[in-house]
């Protein structure tokens, strides 16, 4: 199954890029955070997470 970027893409919204991490520190452990990148530069998180 390959994956469309576009495939829920609302037009009120710039277009979905990629996904990127963010490193958190949580309990003195470092995690990833999966956050989606849209082409105006925003980040959101991904869901769920």
């Given at each position: 199954m390959s994956y469309n970027p576009n495939y829920n893409h609302n037009q009120d919204q710039p277009p979905f890029v990629k996904v990127v991490y963010s490193t958190v520190k949580?309990?003195?452990?470092?995690?990833l955070v999966p956050m989606e990148l849209y082409a105006d530069g925003t980040l959101k998180p991904c869901l769920p997470y």
């Open positions: 949580v309990n003195g452990k470092t995690e």
